[in-house]
């Protein structure tokens, strides 16, 4: 029997480190969490300093079953679930139960954690443990006993007054708001007819478009001509008055850099995966974690290819640093390493939280090497996370941007614009990619011909397009993604979460990869956003958050934090509760 258990979330994790550690180490999963609290009331005693109940879950009985009995022959026991704050909340309750059953008398018990699974990064951490991070328990006790008081308290109400099965949660009500609220938005949005003006020019055999900017001596601005009988006139004039040829009036060249973006994140991978793979979260998650727990590579083995996935921390550690520095080196060439590595601020405060940026494991191993051990979405995944990890390390783009005004006679105008790279550094190996691309976007990325001040540049026709404006998009999971960590909604771990309750809950559905409520999620919102308008407003649920990641920090104690809000909201419940009760129906239908 092996001296030492060490305990991990997931099988696939622990068969690898299994493999690292040698006879002298037994490997077990607890499969994600092994306790909750269990679905009924007085699971969280607020008139007992908030003590909370824990039960196994069903699910996961063999598996503490299978903990427990190794624990009785081991000598030491090692905690090493994931390194964050639900990571540290699994250790914490194996060792409840542990100790519950009396079964860590005479015993070392360890809390080790690591970001990548490495035989060197394994060694490091049992070699350097720590105790269970008692501030991180805090916070998730805290954000447990928060969603299910809240959870329990108003989603009874919802099944009494609309139906039920139906939930409120304190991240995914204001989530459903948001996509509500863009649907109403679409729904009241009045489209406005306009027009633009495009010339089109020659210049050399070489063809460019220049936008009409200026119209009988004034600005041309985006609703100038609303209509196409007005239209059809301006037309006229600006043909008249330009002839056969347009007259350069003036010539701008500005040099500029473009700085890369910083390596993943989270909320960031989510949103590239999106946007260039088309991804959901949930999957870009689930590709995520297997290339985290390890994949069979050749000769190697199973290795882990690239580090922890949830994450809010853009920092790389200089190990990973020197390994970018050496494979853009080789690569792309010494002249794309800047002479200091880049460094990027992250948006997070917790220290405690803040691991590494989502990173390849070891740098050498290139999408084209490694590809072929992967699967297809494995291999796409792993190309975004090295490309994006090796390009933020390499130098700016060098970019010469040129704006060109060209004269039709005195009173009209009209610009082009075009953009050359003279030295595209990181974007040789990245560019980030955009939720949308505008108009002015592709005109400023055109290529022009060299143009002087005073030249006269044949006119090839004046085009006017008809145009009316549009609502705005829905949300797709990128966007909102985007727009729950602008306002301080969820953190790293959560985001997928969200989204699959919405549409576990058919709150809302995706049509062409966007989110559109369905009547009961708009019903289920009007309803709370109506009566408890203060639980699902955006800057109470990011106050909130921050409030909890100061618990994480030490700075408050969690207890305080739930005995404020639990007055607050049990007196605005009981309000409201009567409130409803007196109304007729839900007042909403």
């Not at 499969?31 to 039960?55: C, Q, S, T, W």
């Not at 010494?334 to 220290?351: D, F, I, Q, R």
Request: charge should be neutral.
């Amino acid at each position: 029997m092996a001296k030492n258990l060490l305990i991990v979330e997931s099988p696939a994790k622990a068969k690898t480190i299994n493999k690292y550690l040698g006879k002298d180490f037994l490997v077990l999963a607890s499969y994600g969490h092994v306790r909750d609290l269990p679905g009924k009331d007085g699971a969280v005693n607020v008139d007992n300093g908030f003590a909370m109940r824990y039960e196994v879950q069903d699910k996961n009985q063999k598996y503490v079953d299978a903990i427990t009995k190794a624990a009785k022959d081991a000598d030491a026991i090692y905690l090493a679930s994931d390194p964050d704050r639900e990571g540290e909340a699994i250790a914490w309750h194996i060792r409840e139960i542990l100790d519950e059953k009396k079964l860590l008398k005479g015993k070392d018990l360890h809390r080790v954690v690591f970001t990548e699974i490495t035989p060197k990064a394994i060694a490091h951490a049992v070699e350097h443990p720590r105790g269970i991070a008692g501030d991180l328990v805090d916070a998730y006790q805290a954000r447990r006993a928060l969603d299910h008081l809240v959870g329990f308290n108003l989603s009874p109400i919802l099944w009494r007054k609309i139906k039920n099965g139906l939930s409120a949660g304190r991240v995914q009500s204001p989530a459903l708001r948001l996509i509500c609220e863009r649907e109403d938005e679409i729904e009241a949005f009045v489209s406005r007819e306009h027009w633009s003006f495009t010339a089109q020019l020659q210049e050399k055999n070489q063809r460019f478009s220049a936008r009409c900017v200026k119209l009988d001596g004034a600005k041309f601005e985006q609703f100038t001509v609303t209509d196409g009988k007005t239209a059809e006139a301006a037309l006229a004039r600006l043909k008249a008055a330009a002839g056969s040829a347009l007259k350069v009036a003036e010539v701008v060249r500005k040099e500029r850099k473009r700085r890369p973006a910083p390596p993943f994140i989270t909320s960031t991978l989510q949103q590239e995966a999106a946007r260039k793979l088309g991804f959901t979260t949930k999957k870009t998650m689930q590709v995520a974690q297997k290339l985290y727990e390890g994949v069979a590579v050749g000769a190697e083995g199973t290795v882990g290819l690239i580090s922890y996935m949830r994450t809010d921390s853009t920092s790389l550690s200089a190990e990973a640093l020197s390994q970018l520095r050496e494979v853009i080196g080789q690569e792309y060439g010494t002249h794309n390493l800047p002479a200091e590595p880049n460094v990027y601020k992250s948006k997070s405060k917790n220290a405690q939280e803040a691991h590494e940026a989502i990173r390849p494991t070891f740098a050498g191993r290139t999408p084209a090497q490694i590809g072929k051990f992967l699967s297809d979405d494995e291999r796409r995944l792993y190309e975004l996370i090295w490309k994006r990890a090796v390009a933020c390390q390499m130098i700016p783009a060098t970019l010469n941007t040129v704006s060109v005004e060209l004269a039709a006679g005195a009173q009209h105008a009209f610009r082009a614009t075009g953009t050359t790279v003279v030295d595209p550094g990181f974007l040789l190996v990245y560019e980030e990619g955009k939720d949308q691309k505008e108009n002015d976007e592709d005109e400023a990325n055109a290529q022009l011909p060299p143009l002087a001040e005073g030249q006269s540049v044949p006119l090839e026709d004046i085009l006017g397009e008809q145009h009316f404006t549009k609502p705005p998009p829905r949300y797709t999971e990128a966007s909102l993604v985007k727009t729950l960590e602008e306002y301080g909604i969820g953190r790293p771990s959560t985001y997928s979460s969200i989204i699959q309750t919405l549409l576990y809950k058919a709150y809302a559905v995706l049509e062409s990869r966007a989110f559109k409520p369905t009547d009961v999620g708009r019903l289920v919102n009007r309803f709370l956003t109506s009566h408890f308008e203060h639980y699902v407003d955006y800057d109470f649920t990011a106050k909130l958050e921050d409030e909890l990641d100061s618990v994480s920090r030490g700075e408050e104690p969690w207890t305080v934090l739930m005995d404020k809000f639990w007055k607050e909201f049990k007196a605005t419940l009981d309000e409201k509760t009567d409130e409803v009760n007196r109304s007729e129906g839900t007042g909403q239908r």
